[in-house]
Antibody, heavy 126, light 107 residues
Framework: EVQLVQSGAEVKKPGESLIISCKGS????????IAWVRQVPGKGLEWMGI????????TYNPSFEDHITISVDKSIATAYVQWSSLKASDTAMYYC???????????????????WGQGTMVIVSS | DIQMTQSPSSLSASLGDRVTITCRAS??????LNWYQQKPGKAPTLLIY???TLQSGVPSRFSGSGSGTDFTLTINSLQPEDFATYYC?????????FGQGTKLDIK
């Protein structure tokens, strides 16, 4: 079974550091991009960035780039997102998702997210 | 960033109804539009990619159409498991962006 399994919920204080993980199985992990998506409670989905496990190529959403670090360890099929100094506004559910590549009728390569992790809830509160 | 706007934000319908959700992009995205379904407490699931291609395993009562800036998701003959929140997402340019969601509930 193709799946992404994320690390468990976290409760942290403002200013603390945190790393959460996403482990892939059932497919060739190094061959598919992994994206991270944030969902503030009761709100919509926000794309944070994406990493290619094969060579650690990363694209960040500029809105998140200064505050998070996305990384990967392909030897254990695991992607990460980390914060060095959490804020209360980081309280959210975080999802990882596998990128599905497809060719549009125009011939251009595009993508969607076909496999999602179960989510990691992060609560930041003093 | 490309802004994605869905309408309506919420929708009430009955079992067996046909419903349509609209997604508009702030600039042209050709056909690079995906639709997701999210149920409470669960991760999103991919329904449609490339504006109209049904993801494997998704029931045929779901369909998508559109190109350029205007897109629609149609659900024929609503089933109990269809009551959820639906999101569109553009895959035309970085950063990828989602619509704000449309919550579909039972009338």
């Amino acid at each position: 079974e193709v799946q992404l399994v994320q690390s468990g919920a976290e409760v942290k204080k403002p200013g603390e550091s945190l790393i959460i993980s996403c482990k892939g199985s059932g497919y060739t992990f190094s061959s598919s991009w992994i994206a991270w998506v944030r969902q503030v409670p009761g709100k919509g989905l926000e794309w944070m960035g994406i990493i290619y496990p094969g060579d650690s190529d990363i694209t960040y959403n500029p809105s998140f780039e200064d505050h998070i670090t996305i990384s990967v360890d392909k030897s254990i099929a695991t992607a990460y997102v980390q914060w060095s100094s959490l804020k209360a506004s980081d309280t959210a559910m975080y999802y990882c998702a596998r990128r599905l590549n497809y060719y549009h009728s125009s011939g251009r390569l595009s993508d969607a997210y076909d496999i999602w992790g179960q989510g990691t809830m992060v609560i930041v509160s003093s | 960033d490309i802004q994605m706007t869905q309408s309506p934000s919420s929708l009430s319908a009955s079992l067996g109804d046909r419903v349509t959700i609209t997604c508009r992009a702030s600039e042209t995205i050709s056909g690079f539009l995906n639709w997701y379904q999210q149920k409470p407490g669960k991760a999103p699931t991919l329904l449609i990619y490339g504006a109209s291609t049904l993801q494997s395993g998704v029931p045929s009562r779901f369909s998508g159409s559109g190109s350029g800036t205007d897109f629609t998701l149609t659900i024929n003959s609503l089933q109990p498991e269809d009551f959820a929140t639906y999101y569109c997402q553009q895959s035309f340019s970085m950063p990828r962006t989602f619509g704000q969601g449309t919550k579909l509930d039972i009338k």
